[in-house]
């Protein structure tokens, strides 16, 4: 007979769910350096929240060219947007969806990045295949049963699932909400995630209410297997305990079900959750037919998803910075592909190629990266976007800039070298664990500044760097520039002229960098 530990051991961590959803096996081997050990502390608290808009996004009514107005309109008549109802972001020749005026404003503040033409290379056409693509990291013509989020975790996470939880890491490794677990959190050996079916079964979970049940055989067979579950989900538990900690909330936007999700996720980081990865879902964005109104464009089934997204993202930050939990959380959001160029009769697009994708966060390099879409009137249906960045070179970068983890690391995770892309602002990019650092902590006070400030830093004899960032990733004032002396290193800073907002200061040397966070008033 199996025992609760062999049970607990062997099947994967489930909230609320009908059943088992997925087998856990053998471990992989230990691998980490103290250096890796290390670098996991110093990110620790950090969490990537991603959304799954699912169906194929149609990128061109998303991130609209606005120099190929005149060929969008020619291509697309029967869904193209009227430019004067875009939002235009500053800076870039680009317009968002007229449902995305808060977007927008997330832009205006230096935390929403725009990444243009995100794609692979000999796309595939299906739901199934391409959503696999994306969610293992592989290549169209490679079967991979992993993913690459679920390898990185069991790289750092060896001894899962039998020695967790432990009493460094109470929490989920991985949380998804809807319809069970994804390929995105398989590792090679085990699944990582904890499921929440559903966000009336996780209220239900931690409010302890009941389900009821049949008055049945299979009824009070129901119960038991839920009193069973109840009892034996560790994960369970601490989710019910962070959960508890946490009583309010910003409001968040009615009948939204993404919004509904996201709430959840701000409620467990600011109840004390240590999970480093979210997964929320957005579902309808197969827009064959009536993805606009006839009469106008601007309203249809595209404009009612992306207002959902743009409540749910608006009411998710103002919830981080209510809870003072929005300098740890970096969201995404990405689609299997996207539509075709060429609108079809049906008022709607097709299944296509490369689209935008969003970062957003307080820590995001903001701006638009990448070329306008490449479009002119001799395109056929036939014709899809030109991807410009392979989407694992955003997944290289997010692990690179975010988690910090090393290269030989992220290349294993990816199955090969991707380049970055610039999305996390400079100054708050986190160094890998083969980077050198300096000795001691980089000080300045007083914090908030109000005038002349001091800084420390322990010095070498070595030439350094000390500037000022802002939270887009630009430096704006350097504030020393020469060689430091051995040991402690005084400075005087004169902030008089700086602008009131949220900085960074950055300490640069032979021996790496060091960061610290200020605040003028």
């Known amino acids: 007979m199996m025992n609760r530990r062999s049970f607990l051991h ?44 699912e169906g194929g996004n149609d990128g061109l009514n998303t991130v609209v060219p606005l120099d ?5 309109n020619a291509l697309r008549p029967r869904v193209v947007l009227n430019e004067n109802d875009l939002n235009p972001l500053r800076g870039s020749d680009v317009g968002l969806h007229p449902k995305l005026a808060d977007l927008k404003d997330l832009y205006n503040e230096g935390r929403l990045q725009v990444i243009q033409n995100v794609g692979y290379p000999n796309q595939n056409f299906s739901h199934f295949r391409s959503t696999d693509i994306w969610m293992s990291g592989s290549d169209a013509d490679e079967v991979v049963n992993s993913g690459w989020m679920g390898r ?3 790289l750092d996470h060896p001894g899962f699932p039998e020695a967790y939880p432990t009493g460094d890491m109470k929490d989920p490794l991985a949380v998804e909400i809807n319809f069970g677990s994804s390929l995105l959190f398989q590792g090679p050996a085990n699944s990582m995630s904890v499921t929440i079916e559903s966000v009336e079964s996780f209220y239900q979970f931690v409010e302890n209410i009941e389900q009821e049940a049949p008055d049945t055989p299979a009824g009070e067979k129901l119960k038991y297997i839920r009193l069973i579950a109840r009892q034996s989900e560790q ?19 009615a009948n939204n079900y993404l919004a509904d999700q996201l709430k959840i996720v701000s409620k467990m980081i600011a109840g004390g959750s240590r999970t480093p990865v979210y997964l929320v879902r957005l579902f309808g964005f197969d827009t064959h037919d009536s993805q606009v109104n006839t009469s106008d464009h601007s309203e249809g089934e595209h404009a009612n998803l992306l207002t959902l997204l743009n409540d749910a993202v608006k009411a998710f930050m103002q919830d981080l910075e209510y809870h003072k939990t929005d300098e740890k959380v970096l969201g995404m959001t990405f689609s299997e592909f996207g539509r075709t160029i060429l609108s079809n009769a049906s008022n709607g697009t097709d299944h296509g190629s490369a689209a935008p994708l969003f970062f957003f966060g307080n820590a995001v390099k903001g701006g638009v990266t990448g070329d306008n879409p490449q ?14 960045y392979d989407f694992r070179q955003l997944y290289s970068s997010v692990l690179e800039q975010w988690f910090g983890v090393d290269t030989g690391i992220r290349n294993e995770v990816l199955f090969g070298e991707f380049n970055t892309v610039e999305i996390i602002g400079g100054s708050t990019q986190v160094l890998s664990a083969s980077t050198p650092v300096l000795k001691n902590a980089l000080k300045v006070y007083p914090n908030p500044l109000n005038g002349v400030a001091r800084l420390e830093f322990e010095g070498s004899g070595n030439h350094v760097d000390i500037s000022l ?26 902030t008089k002229n700086i602008i009131p907002g949220r900085y960074t200061v950055v300490v640069d040397s032979p021996f790496g960098r060091k960061s610290i966070g200020v605040v003028k008033q």
């Open 235 to 253: 994960y369970g538990e601490r989710i019910k305990e962070v959960a508890a900690r946490v009583n309010n909330h910003v409001d968040y936007p």
């Open 375 to 388: 479009i002119d009137r001799n395109m056929t249906y036939e014709d899809n976007l030109a991807y410009e």
């Open 10 to 53: 062997k099947t994967i961590h489930a909230l609320a769910a009908p059943g088992v959803l997925g087998a856990m096996g053998f471990t992989l081997p230990g691998r980490k350096t103290m250096e890796n050990l290390l670098r996991q502390a110093a990110v620790s608290d950090r969490a990537l929240v991603m959304i799954f808009l």
């Open 469 to 494: 960032w802002d939270l887009q990733g630009r430096k704006i004032d350097i504030i020393f520039r020469g060689k430091s002396r051995n040991g402690l290193n005084k400075i005087i800073w004169n």
């Open 68 to 72: 190929r107005v005149s060929e969008l």
């Open 152 to 154: 990185k975790l069991q």
